[in-house]
């Protein structure tokens, strides 16, 4: 069995992660909600000091969060797996995509953002890509390239773009397209965002898609004062929801669980997060996750 060009094939699986692609061939049908308030008392008094020199592209939340994700699934590979074409396929690098809106306004456009990680990228190592992409993609007249793509079929007679858009999204189905035409697409990303918080919502689930890769969605809502419950009493602290959509056929709920504790306690420890990705957590932080 052939891997592909973004992925080697697993064929070593366990018998239940081999027949449920069979059983479930659709990851739309095979979502997977979480839904979390995170406490934001640490992440601010790190966010305050990583902005303590007053650096040019401030550090902020959506950072903090993406960087946890990519230290999370790069310490925990199986997050990195997708099914396609009921075959199971761990990818050759993480990447993380979201959507930037150069101007909010109800016309404003929307570009894209793609980020490359890398085992020995920190959080500074984000926070200058995509510093880099931002100032990129926050010019109007910059169109990303998926959607360049995407506005050359629409271009062209219907007649002669709608068989065309067919065959490849058959293709895309075999995993035999072109990798010049989705090698920006966030949906063949490992992990792809939405900051709801920056358009002022609370929060939201979004769901998986069955073309593309992307096993993994994340959405952060807007923060704001909220109810915690410790020890019987309710504090209000500054807080944020974050939900979480996964397909459950690429690891059973017990890897699931340790991941998302890893994620949450990442969070609570975000000094771990000047450390490169790929360096582990101590044995017994790692027990603490249990």
Not at 113 to 129: K, V
Not at 235 to 263: C, M
Not at 264 to 288: M, T, V
């Given at each position: 069995?052939?891997?592909r060009?973004?992925?080697?094939?697993l064929?070593?699986?366990?018998?239940?992660?081999f027949?449920?692609p069979f059983m479930?061939p659709?990851?739309?049908?095979?979502e997977?909600?979480?839904?979390?308030?995170?406490?934001?008392?640490?992440?601010?008094?790190y966010?305050?000091?990583?902005?303590a020199g007053?650096?040019?592209?401030k550090y902020?939340?959506?950072?903090?969060v993406?960087?946890?994700?990519l230290?999370t699934?790069t310490?925990?590979s199986?997050?990195?797996?997708?099914i396609?074409?009921?075959?199971m396929?761990k990818?050759?690098?993480?990447?993380?995509a979201?959507?930037v809106?150069q101007e909010?306004t109800?016309d404003?456009g929307?570009?894209?953002a793609?980020?490359?990680s890398r085992?020995?990228?920190?959080?500074d190592?984000?926070?200058?890509?995509?510093h880099r992409?931002?100032?990129?993609l926050?010019?109007k007249?910059y169109?990303?390239?998926?959607?360049?793509?995407?506005?050359q079929?629409?271009?062209i007679p219907?007649?002669?773009s709608?068989?065309?858009v067919s065959?490849?999204?058959?293709?895309?189905?075999?995993?035999?397209?072109?990798p010049?035409?989705?090698?920006?697409?966030p949906?063949?990303?490992?992990v792809?965002f939405?900051?709801?918080?920056?358009i002022?919502?609370?929060g939201g689930?979004h769901?998986?898609?069955n073309?593309?890769?992307?096993?993994l969605f994340?959405?952060?809502?807007?923060?704001?004062r909220?109810?915690?419950y410790?020890?019987?009493q309710?504090t209000f602290?500054?807080?944020?929801?974050?939900?979480?959509?996964?397909?459950?056929r690429i690891?059973n709920?017990?890897y699931f669980s340790?991941?998302?504790?890893?994620?949450?306690?990442?969070?609570?420890?975000p000094?771990?997060?000047?450390?490169?990705?790929?360096?582990?957590?101590s044995?017994?932080?790692f027990?603490?996750l249990?």
């Amino acid at each position: 069995m052939r891997d592909r060009f973004d992925a080697k094939y697993l064929k070593d699986v366990d018998s239940m992660h081999f027949i449920m692609p069979f059983m479930f061939p659709n990851r739309c049908d095979n979502e997977t909600f979480f839904s979390f308030q995170i406490d934001l008392t640490e992440v601010q008094k790190y966010i305050d000091r990583k902005n303590a020199g007053s650096p040019e592209y401030k550090y902020n939340l959506f950072q903090c969060v993406i960087a946890a994700t990519l230290k999370t699934i790069t310490l925990r590979s199986r997050l990195s797996v997708f099914i396609h074409d009921r075959r199971m396929y761990k990818r050759n690098e993480i990447t993380a995509a979201f959507t930037v809106k150069q101007e909010f306004t109800d016309d404003g456009g929307e570009v894209l953002a793609f980020i490359h990680s890398r085992p020995d990228w920190t959080i500074d190592d984000l926070h200058n890509e995509l510093h880099r992409q931002l100032l990129k993609l926050k010019n109007k007249a910059y169109v990303d390239e998926s959607t360049s793509v995407m506005d050359q079929f629409n271009r062209i007679p219907k007649w002669i773009s709608r068989p065309v858009v067919s065959a490849i999204t058959s293709l895309e189905r075999k995993g035999a397209v072109i990798p010049a035409l989705v090698k920006t697409d966030p949906y063949h990303s490992t992990v792809n965002f939405a900051n709801l918080g920056s358009i002022g919502l609370p929060g939201g689930f979004h769901h998986l898609t069955n073309w593309g890769t992307t096993s993994l969605f994340i959405v952060v809502g807007k923060m704001g004062r909220m109810p915690f419950y410790e020890n019987e009493q309710v504090t209000f602290k500054d807080g944020v929801n974050l939900n979480i959509t996964v397909d459950e056929r690429i690891a059973n709920g017990f890897y699931f669980s340790t991941s998302i504790k890893l994620n949450h306690y990442l969070r609570q420890h975000p000094d771990l997060l000047d450390r490169p990705f790929k360096e582990n957590l101590s044995d017994e932080a790692f027990a603490s996750l249990k």
